[in-house]
């Protein structure tokens, strides 16, 4: 029976209550399978499957991921070596299936938090090479200089991995200066990492043609039964380009037989399956089929007019066609674009940044800058009228359409 992501939490709690693991089942009622179909309790995979535009998990899959780590012969007293790496490693390159890197990274985030807060207690770094650890090594307590061990849990506590907590279990050999934990513990992370790269890999391969590629993500698309992996030549094959052929349609007037997945999103480089018909806000027009991720980053308004035909794509509603306006939510970039063009700090030539922009009830703008070319940074304020930013906008867009 599939059970929506809360009432699997409920379960997995009542199945391990009296597992010795540091188990976190507040996993499943927080997973959204943003990213993939699967979220891992242990070494064990649980699927998810979209029902009716939600996500729900089978109580059977639950229920066996519960009985496997009860059944874990878990002894606590049983601690072996981590191997976890005490100098910083050669790459900062993310990688979320190795748990020593991504412990190790818990461990200097929250040193650098510390210290930036309350200062280094090694005083700063002298030429003789003093101060300062935490480039040459640990504490005695095995932890980056400025850290405690309670302040690491007060800080990464409530991480997990694999649907447990490792914190609650990790201890410190002062003797053999190792960090230890529970030998089956250490195994079960180890089988998870192995379980996630196999599901990673599966999620790599195209479902038309078989090929592969690098980025685990970049061929995944979400769909209304979950998501689905193709590759740009699989999808222009299955999809097709949209003509326009609803330009000037109300988007509340759309039938639901009207599906923008059978199209290809109108601004990703590479052939990708659109899943959203993205239409204006402020007028209701049908702008065109977007993917997930181009429809959500429209969304924010943030740096989307720098998007290789956005303006145009923004522009297909013929609501801000005619009115020669944008959406409320691009308007600020117009005019954040606009003052760093425009505004200097008395003679220097370094284009300023807007650091602020506060909105008032009669539609006037201030708008706060800030330039780094100066010992200190020099900031200054520049307030607009509502009236002004509306003919900004219309002259930015005026441009856009006279030369295409």
Same mark, same amino acid.
């Given at each position: 029976m599939l059970i929506s992501p809360q009432t699997a939490q409920g379960l997995l709690a009542d199945l391990t209550q009296a597992c010795g693991l540091p188990v976190a089942p507040e996993e499943l009622g927080h997973c959204r399978f943003t990213v993939g179909d699967h979220v891992f309790i242990g070494d064990f995979p649980l699927r998810g499957y979209?029902?009716?535009?939600?996500?729900?998990?089978?109580?059977?899959?639950? &229920? &066996?991921?519960?009985?496997?780590?009860?059944?874990?012969?878990?002894?606590?007293?049983?601690?072996?070596?981590? +191997?976890?790496?005490?100098r910083r490693p050669d790459s900062d390159t993310y990688d979320d299936t190795d748990w020593r890197r991504m412990l190790l990274r818990w461990m200097r985030s929250a040193a650098f938090k510390e210290t930036w807060d309350n200062g280094c207690p090694c005083g700063p770094r002298t030429e003789e090479g003093r101060g300062c650890r935490r480039r040459e090594g640990l504490q005695d307590n095995g932890l980056p200089c400025g850290l405690a061990m309670d302040q690491l849990k007060q800080r990464y506590g409530r991480q997990t991995i694999a649907g447990t907590r490792p914190l609650d279990v990790l201890a410190w050999d002062q003797d053999r200066k190792k960090w230890l934990a529970p030998r089956a513990y250490v195994a079960l992370l180890d089988r998870w990492a192995t379980a996630r790269d196999t599901?990673?890999?599966?999620?790599?391969?195209?479902?038309? #043609?078989?090929?592969?590629?690098?980025?685990?993500?970049?061929?995944?698309?979400?769909?209304?039964?979950?998501?689905?992996?193709?590759?740009?030549?699989?999808?222009?094959?299955?999809?097709? +380009?949209?003509?326009?052929?609803?330009h000037g349609t109300q988007y509340d007037s759309l039938s639901r037989l009207v599906r923008a997945d059978g199209y290809l999103c109108q601004l #990703?480089?590479?052939?990708?399956?659109?899943?959203?018909?993205?239409h204006c806000h402020d007028h209701g027009y049908v702008r065109g089929?977007? #993917?997930?991720?181009?429809?959500?980053?429209?969304?924010?308004?943030?740096?989307?007019?720098?998007?290789?035909?956005?303006?145009?794509?923004?522009?297909?509603?013929?609501?801000?066609?005619? &009115?020669?306006?944008?959406? &409320?939510?691009?308007?600020?970039a117009v005019v954040r674009k606009h003052l760093e063009m425009t505004e200097r700090h008395d003679r220097c030539r370094q284009p300023?940044?807007?650091?602020?922009?506060?909105?008032?009830?009669?539609?006037?703008?201030?708008?706060?800058?800030?330039?780094?070319a100066h010992p200190q940074e020099k900031r200054w304020e520049q307030v607009l009228s509502g009236s002004t930013i509306t003919e900004l906008v219309r002259e930015f867009v005026d441009r856009s359409l006279t030369n295409p």
């Open positions: 979209k029902h009716k535009g939600r996500w729900r998990l089978d109580d059977r899959e639950v &229920q &066996q991921a519960g009985r496997a780590l009860v059944q874990l012969p878990f002894d606590p007293h049983d601690l072996v070596d981590t +191997k976890l790496p005490v599901v990673d890999d599966k999620a790599r391969q195209c479902s038309g #043609c078989g090929k592969t590629t690098d980025d685990r993500w970049g061929w995944r698309s979400p769909t209304r039964n979950g998501w689905i992996t193709l590759c740009p030549r699989c999808t222009s094959t299955s999809h097709q +380009k949209y003509a326009g052929h609803l #990703c480089s590479e052939p990708r399956r659109a899943s959203h018909w993205d089929p977007l #993917c997930a991720s181009c429809n959500t980053y429209e969304s924010l308004g943030t740096d989307f007019l720098s998007v290789t035909a956005g303006l145009a794509h923004l522009l297909e509603c013929r609501g801000c066609r005619l &009115q020669r306006t944008l959406p &409320q939510h691009h308007r600020a300023p940044r807007v650091r602020e922009e506060n909105e008032a009830v009669d539609g006037t703008v201030r708008f706060v800058l800030g330039c780094y």
